[in-house]
C-alpha cells in the first residue's frame, strides 16, 4: 500500500435483529412501598417512583392512570428529563406521558450549563438553576410563571433574573417578559424582554444591552444597539452612542462568509462632532470616520488573496475618539493587499500598497506612497551545486507603478520602478571555520528622479535614472569557545559558557546618485560603502535536572566604515539614513562622515522561569554618551505580575548645530527625537481566578513630567459572574481626559457595560 494511502473503509457490520429484552418507548415501570390498583389506576404509596426510556418521576406518592397516560405526583416530587438533562423538585406535578406536557407547582430545578469558552467570557461548571411559583412543559418546551433564573450557586446567587413569565426550549433559547436583572438584590436594569439563545452557536438578531459611561471630555454617554443575523453566512452590527458634550458616535460592522476560503470584515466609525468647548466659549471641531475592511480568500491553482484597507479622515480625529492610547500615538496608516502564491523555493506576489504617514495634525500634513500595483517574484536560497565547492542562488526583484505625495513635492500618478537582485553564494569550511562569501547585483530603474532648482533650491523632478550596484560580502564565523564547569546551587547543576565570535566585510559600489533617487522604500537606502563589522556573543546556559536553558546571553557589535560619506550619499548636518545604519539599529546616528558606528549591546537575562530581562543600548564614542537605551523586565510570581520598562533617546544635536535649546523643536537641530519614558504593569490575579483581582498600568514622560496614560482595573468573580471597574487617563498633547469603564460579566453568556474585551488589562 502507498505511504501516504488511506485505507480502504471496513465493510458495515451485519445487520442485527433488535433485542427483545431492551424497552420500547411504551415502557412504563412503576415501583413503591405500597400499590393498590382500581382497574387501570395505580396508586403508588411511599417512594413511590415511575420511570420511562425518557423521564423519571419520583414523589411520596403518585396516582397513574395507565389509561389515560396521566400521573400526578405529590410530596418531595423529583422530575428527570433524560433526553434534556433538566432536573426538576416541586411539591406537585401534573404530567401527561404520552403528550410529553404537564404542569409544576411551586418548582425549582437546573438544566446542564452550555460552556461558552471564549475571550472576554468568563465560564463555570454550574448548571442553569431556576425557581417558579408554578411551571408548565408543553413538548420541549417550559413556561414558568413568577420566578427566576440564575447559574450561581443557591440559596443565596449573585444575581438573578425575575419576571412574571419565562418561556425556555432548552437547546434552543430562552425569552424573558418583564424581567428585571438584580445583582443580590439590587436591580440593575429592565427589560419587557430579554431573548437569549441556547443554541449551540446561536445567532440570532436582536437589540443590544445598552450601555452608559461618563468621560471628562465627552460627558455622559449612552449607548444602544443591534444585531442583525441576516443568514448563515452574512451578520451586521449598528451601534450608536451619544456624547452629551461632543454629539453622536456611530460604529457599524458588517461580516460575511460568502464561501469556504472566503471572509470578510468591514468597520466603519464616524462622529458627528459639535466641537471642544474652548476656554473662550469657541468650539474645535474634531469629528471625522474611519473605515476599515479586512478579506481573505483561497483562490484558484493555489493562489490566496488579502485585503487590508484602512482609511482614516484626519489624524486629529484619531487622537480625540481613540480608545487605545498607542493608536492615538500610531501616526500611520496603512493599507495593502495582494494575490500570492508560493511552491519550492519561489514565491509571486502581486501587491496594490498605500502608506501615509501624519508629520502633524495639520491639514494634509502628510507623506503619501502608493504601490498600485508592484508584482514581486523572488527566490530563497536555493542549492544549485553540490560537487566541490557548494553554490547558492537566490534572486529579489519587482516591477511596478508608484507615487509619493507630500507637501510640496509629488511624483508621476504612476511611476514606474524595476528591481532585479540575484544572489549567489558559497561557503568554504576548515576545522570549524565557516568563511560564507556572497555576490550580489542591484539592477534598478526609476522613471523619475529628483533635482534642485538652480535658482530656489527647491526639488523638482527629472527624467528617469538607472542605478547599476554591486555588492561582495563575506562572514567569517570561526568555531565557538566553550567551558562546563558547576553552578551555584541557586542557579543549577551545571552551566556551560559559550562565546561566539563573528566578523563580516561588505563592499558596495556603483550608487552614484543617492540624493538624486526618490525614497520609496527600503530599496532606496542601498549605498556605497566599505565596511566592515564584528560581534561577540556570550551566552551561559544551565542544567537543571533533565532541562537546559539559556539563563543569560551578551551581545555587542560594532562596525568600521572605510568609506566615511558612503559614497557621497551622507549629507553633513543632518539626519541620514541608509541601509548600513537602519541594519544595525533602530536609531539614527548618521549626522557626519565617521569612521566608527556606535557600539550596540543586548543584554538578555533569565535566571529562572519567572524572571526575565532584556537592555537595549548603544553607545556611541564620537559623542561619548550612551545615544539610547531600553530596558525591560518582568517578573511572574504565583498571582503576581510586574511588568516595568524604561526607554530614553537621549537629546544629540546634529553636527554643525548652533541653536541654544536643540531638543525645543522636534523637527530640527537633533538626529533622532528624544525620548525619555516610563511604562508600568501591575496584575494580581487572573481572568478564570475566582475572587479579587487588580492591575495598575502606566505611561509616564519625563520630559513633559506627565502621566501620559493611566489604566487601573479592579474585578470581583464570584462562581458565577465578575463585576469590573476601571479608571483611564489621558494626558497626550491636548488630549486630557479622564474615562470610567464598568462592566458586569456572566458566566457562560457575556459581558454587560462599557468596559470591551480589548480595553481590559485581563
Known sequence: MPVFAQP????????????????GR???????????AEGQVYRLRGAAKLETTEVLLKADEIDFDEAAQYAEARGNVHFINFAGGEELFADKVEYYIGEERGKYYNVRGSSPAKIEARPGVLTTTNPFSFQARWAERIK????????FITNCKLPRPWWTLRGPKFDIIPGDRAIAYQSVFRVRFLPIFYTPVFYKSLERLPRQSGFLTPNIGNSSRRGKMLGIGYYWAINRSYDAMYRGQYFTQRGFAHNVDFRGKPREGTDFNFVLYGVNDRGLK???GERRKEGGYLMEFEGRSELPYGFHGRVDFNYLSSFVFRQAFTESFYEAIFSEVHSIG???????SFGLNIVADNNEVFQSTRPDDKIVIRKLPEIQ????????????????VSLESSAGLIRRKQPLFETARFLERMNLAPRVTTALRWKGINLIPSFGLHETHYGEQKLEHPQNGQLILGRNINRHARDVTVDLVPPPLERVFNAPRWLGERMK???EPRAGFRHVDGVADFGRIILFDETELLSNTTEADISLTNRLFVKRGV???EAASWQVWQRRYFDTDFGGALVTGRRNVVSSSAQLTGYGFLDRPRRYSPIVSVLRLNPASYLGAEWRADYDPLHGKFTNSGLVADVRFKQYFISAGHTRVSCTPVAGYSGEFPCEDFRVGRISPPSNQLRGLMIYGNEARRGWMAAFSTIYDFRTSSMQWTTTQVTYNTDCCGISFQFRRFGLGTRSENQFRVAFVVANIGSFGTLKRQERLF
Not at 140 to 147: A, E, F, P, S, T
Not at 378 to 391: A, D, K, Y
Open 338 to 344: 495582494y494575490v500570492t502564491k508560493h511552491w519550492s
Open 377 to 392: 517574484f523572488n527566490s530563497r536560497e536555493r542549492q544549485v551545486w553540490t560537487r566541490g565547492l557548494p553554490l547558492w
Open 547 to 549: 532541562h537546559v536553558y
Open 278 to 280: 474652548l476656554p473662550d
Open 497 to 499: 559558557h559559550v562565546i
Open 26 to 36: 411504551e415502557y412504563i415501570s412503576v415501583q413503591a412501598i405500597t400499590q393498590e
Open 140 to 147: 420541549n418546551r417550559y413556561i414558568l410563571h413568577d420566578g
Open 8 to 23: 480502504a473503509a471496513p465493510p458495515p457490520p451485519p445487520a442485527r435483529a433488535p433485542n427483545p429484552d431492551l424497552p
